[in-house]
């Protein structure tokens, strides 16, 4: 397809959709999509690249517990809170301007994490990198609204789903390989170091071939939702992430019992701002979308699911199977080639038998969770890449039919001029979903193994994900049939 030239005149520029749904503004290109897919797998990578580098970190750092999960939630956290912000200035000043200014940022932030001499310093510098990943993302999915229509639109939404799950599992598998080959003696730094030059291609080809887009009727910062949204965030997920680490402190029993409070006012106060017509953070009227009100409270159990199913995998197979970095990687290969092919015929099987795609995955995916709970039970301690090999096959095929069919549903619905907010608010709960895994199946997990040992721990942690899923397969009954 001709790469659309960016006009400098503001209207031109601005998303308009027709009827049909052809695009009557920007059009994304082929190499443009493959441009902000490209911005949307790095955060999510990093997110679960740090797991199989934790203990040579901890060795080289001496960084202790407490001070591993601040590695981990510092980003995740920064990520979850800015997202909605991102995403609103991405509508205000530009969603190409913001890609590129969170690009170049995400790329210098990586370079200080590599260069870390002390584990506080290391922290410091995910916290940043998670600011600019939150500035980056919502841009992805902002640009793919506002300049892509009809079928171009949901084949490119499927392939955001599908990037969004392969770079999850990636993630864990590059981090294991770059661990392992240890470039230059640069060890652990290298699942940091890496993203440096990926991000300057990103800003070159994003220069090229991501046109520019922005709301016809920006709203300014909402300056109070942004706020208590941070502090409903933080008061939820520092504690969790750090509570079983740090030995349980008042000030994180503090924390979890301020969070209703901060939850409730912040509500209010979007309420109260959609009421008076002025437009607020995240508005309330979002969630009158039929996709938004039905799609997001899935989104959240499969999240918590996946992010908890990563971190307990990674800990079990290094620690309590004695998987060296590239074995543990290399274990989860099985799920991201299954996931990758549900999501390529995602769309196909879509328009044929409509949301009960989400319902058929979960299912798949508990029998995937049944024949790795099989395995552990039978094969421990002498479980291996094959005998993990089938459960883990299946339950990625069921993860890759539920995931990219979400996001299709929950942004369905959405008007272009409200893009930019609309994909912060979906990745803000797929975010903070995927920390609450981390914060509640890991902490579960670590908790069992002195009392019951590692292989019961990972078993007693697979049967409640079971349940997760379980609750995920009976919400998707209530999705809309039909899929646009």
């Known amino acids: ?6 006009l400098p005149s503001r209207a031109e520029v601005l998303p308009r959709v027709t009827r049909i749904g052809t695009p009557a503004g920007p059009v994304l290109t082929a190499l443009g999509l493959f441009t902000v897919l490209l911005g949307a797998a790095l955060p999510l990578i990093d997110f679960f690249i740090v797991n199989v580098a934790l203990p040579t970190i901890d060795r080289d750092l001496a960084a ?55 584990a506080w310093t290391l922290v410091g510098a995910r916290v940043a990198q998670g600011a600019a990943a939150a500035l980056m993302l919502p841009q992805v999915l902002a640009t793919i609204q506002s300049s892509t229509a009809g079928t171009r639109r949901a ?15 990636a993630g864990q598998i590059l981090g294991g390989v770059l661990v392992a080959a240890d470039i230059a003696g640069t060890g652990w730094r290298a699942v940091f170091l ?15 071939t991501v046109p520019e887009t922005r709301s016809e009727r920006p709203a300014p910062i909402d ?9 409903s965030l933080i008061t939820l997920l520092a504690p969790l992430t750090e509570g079983r680490a740090a030995g349980w402190p008042l000030w994180t029993w503090i924390s979890l019992a301020a969070f209703p409070f901060a939850a409730c006012a912040f509500y209010a106060v979007e309420r109260r701002a959609d009421r008076q017509g002025r437009t607020p953070l995240v508005p309330p009227s979002l969630f009158q ?14 999240s918590i699911g996946f992010g908890g199913f990563m971190l307990v995998m990674a800990v079990a197979l290094q620690q309590g199977l004695d998987f060296g970095p590239i074995a543990a990687g290399t274990a989860l290969a099985p799920l991201a080639a299954t996931f990758f092919v549900a999501s390529l015929m995602g769309p196909r099987l879509v328009a044929r038998y409509g949301s009960r795609v989400v319902t058929v995955g979960g299912l798949i ?22 005998a993990l090999a089938p459960g883990m096959a299946v339950a990625g095929f069921g993860q890759g039919l539920q995931l990219p069919v979400l996001f299709r549903i929950v942004l369905a619905d959405v008007p272009a001029e409200r893009a930019g907010v609309g994909s912060g608010v979906m990745v803000t709960t797929q975010q903070s ?7 509640t199946l890991g902490t579960l997990f670590l908790a069992l193994i002195p009392s019951v040992g590692m292989r019961d721990a990972l078993v007693t942690t697979l049967i409640v994900q079971l349940g997760v899923v379980a609750l995920t397969v009976l919400l998707s009954l209530r999705l809309p049939r039909a899929i646009v």
Request: aromatic share 6%; hydrophobic share 60%; net charge positive.
């Open 1 to 6: 397809m001709e790469r659309t030239r960016v």
């Open 64 to 118: 202790g517990p407490a001070m591993l999960e601040l590695v981990v939630a510092g980003y995740g956290t920064a990520y979850a809170v800015l997202l909605v912000l991102g995403g609103r200035l991405g509508d205000m000043f530009g969603r190409r301007r913001l890609f590129l200014a969170g690009m170049a940022a995400f790329g210098l932030t990586s370079l200080a994490c590599g260069l870390a001499p002390d």
């Open 155 to 169: 084949r490119a939404l499927s392939l955001y789903g599908a990037t969004a799950g392969l770079s999850m599992v």
């Open 194 to 208: 890496v993203n440096v030059p990926v991000a300057l291609i990103g800003l070159v080809l994003a220069a090229r």
């Open 223 to 231: 300056v109070p939702g942004t706020l208590l949204l941070a502090v």
């Open 289 to 302: 979308l039929p996709g938004m009100r039905r799609g997001l409270p899935l989104v959240l159990p499969f």
């Open 365 to 386: 995916q508990a029998l995937g969770l049944v024949l790795l709970v099989a395995a552990a039970l039978y094969d421990w301690p002498h479980l291996n890449g094959f």
């Open 433 to 439: 979903a995927l920390a609450l895994g981390v914060a």
